[in-house]
């Protein structure tokens, strides 16, 4: 029988043995000079060329990763700026990770009424129903915002019980202006976070969404960088996976996405993006590897995977 | 000189005498007959053939709604969902659309910490910047989630300035679950929507943004579904134009909208989407113009606009 999306991923987490994700956010300034320099892909004012060039890059980076995570989280904006190629590219990426047995997380951040939202979800989530497409997979989970509330979110509850895949619910974001809204205290004491992570919690705790590991298929987007907020939010959805953004790039260190995880060391999926996936422009890789990007990247990531299983090891 | 978004925008509602907005969220199985009966357009399970047959009902609706009304509103989600081929529709029809003199909004909803928002706002808001796609331009407006913070607006506002477009920010929207997070209410007596309103009248009261008008690049979506809420919303945000989606078959009437414009008529450009691209499937437009669907979109859009000029004549 299919297993639940967190049953996957929680089983992906432990064949690889650390709770890691690497976010694919590329930027054609930021490739590697083997790359832009490259005749085929040296043109960052043709699209076509650009969205080549980020392709490229991207399998590249998937193929160096794969041994060592369980997860990979694409940002569809990256694609989305080369316009159609670019949609091309996104959901090619998701099918080659998905081929290398990663779980793929699409970065897309929707949000509207449930009529579109019926229309995301068939997009961004589900497996493509059209015949002429039928090589295609869509993500095994995506990132939603909140702001409508649950409309938004239900017609990808359904794909996630028909298909068995998962979302996770913007709760309290890692960006320096999070705050202006989540931070936002009611009444009683609770924040605008708190109140969506109750919400959360009660749109994942539906049983047909829960896996045998216990975990719904309704996570959650959380900041490590207050760990006393962390562990409220931590409390207040035992049931839900948390992705983890701001590693590396964004100043979390590994102590600090502790407070994430339950103490048996599951709950969440930490992401790193800039930090890996630039990593040869990071003077510590530069020294050891020089130019030879991909075993930069490939040292990264090894460093990424072996902090966070100290982090996640079972306390 | 060029003019701002809000100027242009006010510009074309006194053009053609009403604040209104049709919104085109065209679904396949919704289409007249006419056109998914037609042997080209006849295969709900092939993507290409679907989108073909969206986007030929989208030109007619843009053919036939264009002398009547200042403004389209496209909504991504329903192009999104053809994968690469929709989304080259969607920028066409944008193309299209802004041919036909109309203020095109973009009805993205993005929202994505800074770095991503600025990849967004390239490919979401500004005209394309790569030198094999100069034909194409961006919409005029995008409509954006307020979650993040500024952090995720501020992109959009450098393209609103050196570009002379607009965004319109979610603030109170339309759907039955819209209060579960915007309702909320702080310590100050205030709800969430107010704080995002004040958040929005801030964003948008840079003078680089103000029109001569006195609107600013920066709007809000309004639900006129409670009047008392609109109200307080409109003194909150005197500079933004109220985008007023909910017209028709979300329910709002014509008085519902009236808190969300200034007593001198201007402040809101009012939406319409299903009730009006599918007028024939009304039966009073059906009685009227029977098989003939594009009349009744015709006289459901005249309707629309006399309905609505009432309502924005100057108290």
């Not at 960052?44 to 890059?57: I, T």
């Not at 794969?66 to 959901?91: L, Q, T």
């Not at 969440?268 to 020089?290: C, P, Q, T």
Request: net charge negative; with cysteine.
């Amino acid at each position: 029988v299919a297993q639940t999306f967190a049953d996957r991923l929680l089983h992906a987490i432990r064949a690889k043995g650390a709770p890691v994700c690497i976010g694919i956010d590329p930027v054609y300034d930021n490739l590697p000079a083997e790359i832009t320099e490259h005749p085929e892909f040296n043109d960052a004012g043709d699209s076509e060329v650009g969205v080549d060039a980020v392709l490229e890059f991207c399998r590249r980076i998937i193929r160096i990763v794969a041994p060592f995570v369980p997860a990979v989280k694409i940002n569809s904006a990256f694609f989305e700026r080369y316009y159609s190629e670019g949609i091309d590219g996104y959901y090619q990426l998701i099918q080659e990770a998905a081929e290398k047995d990663l779980i793929v997380i699409g970065d897309v951040k929707r949000g509207d009424v449930g009529h579109t939202a019926e229309l995301y979800a068939a997009a961004h989530l589900a497996d493509p129903s059209f015949d002429n497409l039928d090589e295609l997979v869509g993500p095994d989970a995506v990132t939603l915002s909140p702001y409508l509330g649950f409309d938004a979110v239900k017609p990808f509850l359904d794909v996630a019980r028909s298909d068995q895949k998962g979302v996770f619910i913007l709760v309290k974001t890692t960006n320096p202006s999070a705050g202006e809204i989540q931070d936002l205290v009611g009444p009683d004491g609770s924040t605008v976070a708190e109140h969506v992570a109750r919400h959360v919690a009660q749109w994942g705790s539906d049983p047909s969404l829960i896996g045998e590991c216990g975990y719904s298929a309704v996570g959650a987007v959380v900041s490590p960088k207050d760990p006393t907020t962390a562990a409220k939010l931590r409390a207040l959805m035992p049931q839900a996976v948390f992705l983890v953004p701001g590693y590396g790039a964004q100043g979390a260190s590994a102590a600090d996405v502790a407070a994430c995880f339950k103490p048996d060391g599951t709950g969440a999926l930490v992401s790193a993006s800039r930090s890996i996936i630039y990593a040869y422009e990071n003077m510590k890789y530069l020294e050891m590897y020089a130019s030879e990007w991909e075993k930069c990247v490939e040292q990264a990531c090894k460093d990424f995977v072996a902090d966070l299983k100290k982090v996640s090891a079972p306390r």
